[in-house]
């Protein structure tokens, strides 16, 4: 898989209906109109996520790993 920072995935968020609700420290949420599920993306400079953060974050999201 490849590696893929907290920006990026916020950035893949954004483009497919995402919106930001807020920041919480380094941590931006997000929500979807008509969707009870939140997303709480880490934003740590450059560094890239953990595997297994990244396929829970697309799969809660309802993405693949084919969308990045």
């Known amino acids: 898989m490849t590696e893929v920072t907290g ?3 916020a950035r893949l968020l954004e483009q497919h209906g995402w919106q930001l609700n807020g ?3 380094s941590h931006h949420i997000y ?10 993306v880490p934003i740590h400079s450059n560094k890239p996520l953990k595997e297994g953060l990244l ?4 799969k809660a999201a309802g993405l693949s790993v084919d969308n990045l």
């Open 7 to 9: 920006k990026a995935l």
């Open 23 to 25: 920041v919480n420290g």
């Open 31 to 40: 929500g979807k109109p008509g969707s009870t599920v939140r997303l709480s």
């Open 55 to 58: 396929r829970f974050l697309l």
